[in-house]
C-alpha cells in the first residue's frame, strides 16, 4: 500500500517561496509509468492540478502556475517536492501531493495541509 505524507511549513509571507515535500513510502518514484503529483485546492473552490513529475523524472506543469512552480525529486529519500515562489494570498490552500498511473487519476493521496499565505 503506497503511502504519501506532505509536510512542510503552514504558513507562508507574501512574496516568499513556498516549498513542500512529499514521502513516498510503500512504493517507489521510480516505478516504471507512475506519475507523482501536487495538487491544490484554495477555500471554498475546486481541486485544482499544479504539475507532476513521472518516473522517470520528466515534469509537467499547469500553464496558469508554470512560471513560477518547480517540482523535483530525492530518490535516495523517495521523495518529491513543489515549490512555488512569489507566493501571494491567492495561493491559501491545502496542498495535496498524489500518485497514480497518469497525470489526472490518483490511486493515492496524502492527507493534505494546509497552507496560509499572509503577513
Known amino acids: 500500500q503506497v503511502q504519501l505524507q506532505e509536510s512542510g511549513p503552514g504558513l507562508v509571507k507574501p512574496s516568499q517561496t513556498l516549498s513542500l515535500t512529499c514521502t513516498v513510502s510503500?512504493?517507489?518514484?521510480?516505478?516504471?509509468?507512475?506519475?507523482w503529483t501536487w495538487i491544490r485546492q484554495p477555500p471554498g473552490k475546486g481541486l485544482e492540478w499544479m504539475g507532476t513529475i513521472s518516473y522517470d523524472g520528466s515534469t509537467y506543469y499547469s500553464p496558469s502556475l508554470k512560471s513560477h512552480t518547480s517540482i523535483s525529486r530525492d530518490t535516495s529519500k523517495n521523495q518529491f517536492s513543489l515549490q512555488l515562489s512569489s507566493v501571494t494570498p491567492e495561493d491559501t490552500a491545502v496542498y495535496y501531493c498524489a500518485s497514480g498511473a497518469t497525470m489526472t487519476y490518483f490511486n493515492y493521496w496524502g492527507q493534505g495541509t494546509q497552507v496560509t499565505v499572509s503577513s
Open positions: 510503500g512504493g517507489s518514484i521510480t516505478t516504471n509509468y507512475y506519475y
